[in-house]
C-alpha cells in the first residue's frame, strides 16, 4: 500500500491545474502488477480538463492492463473523492475495486461499489 500511496503523493506536485489551483494526484495497482500515477492536467476550454484519476487509468490501460485492483485519491481538500465521470470510469476497468482517500490524518478505504452503487455496466446492454 505504501508505494499506492507514495506515488498519488508524488503526482499530486506533477498537476497542471492554473485554473482551478486544484492539485490532485492518483495511483493505480493493475492486474499487470504495474503501479500507475496521474495527475489533473486542465485546459483553457474548461471541459477539456481530465482528473487525476482517470489519467492514471488511462496510463495503465494503454500499456496493457485490462483491470485496476487498487486506487488512491490525493487531493488540495482533507479528503478529496472522485468526481461521478471517474467513479463510472473506474467501474469500467475494475470487478472489485478498492479506493483510497488519502487524507491530513487518516487512509479512508471504500469498495467502489460503495461509491457508485447500482452502476451502469456493459451488462445492462446484454439485455438488448
Ligand atoms: N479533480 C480531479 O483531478 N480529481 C478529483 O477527484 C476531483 C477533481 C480536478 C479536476 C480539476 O482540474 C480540479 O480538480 C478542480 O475540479
Do not use: W
Not at 467513479?87 to 475494475?94: G, I, K, P, V
Not at 472489485?96 to 445492462?124: H, K, M, N, Q
Request: glycine residues 6%; hydrophobic residues 40%.
Amino acid at each position: 500500500m505504501m508505494k499506492l500511496f507514495e506515488l498519488a503523493r508524488d503526482y499530486q506536485a506533477r498537476a497542471y491545474a492554473p485554473y482551478s489551483h486544484f492539485r490532485v494526484g492518483a495511483a493505480v495497482l493493475a492486474d499487470d502488477g504495474n503501479y500507475y500515477g496521474g495527475c489533473n492536467i486542465e485546459n483553457a476550454a474548461y471541459p477539456a480538463t481530465i482528473c487525476a484519476e482517470r489519467v492514471a487509468i488511462t496510463k495503465a490501460i494503454s500499456e496493457g492492463a485490462t483491470k485496476i485492483h487498487q486506487i488512491a485519491v490525493v487531493g488540495d481538500s482533507d479528503y478529496t473523492y472522485p468526481c461521478g465521470v471517474c467513479r463510472q470510469f473506474m467501474a469500467e476497468f475494475s470487478d472489485d475495486l478498492t479506493v483510497f482517500i488519502l487524507g491530513p490524518t487518516e487512509v479512508l478505504s471504500y469498495r467502489l461499489d460503495e461509491l457508485l452503487p447500482f452502476a451502469f455496466t456493459s451488462e445492462d446492454m446484454d439485455e438488448l
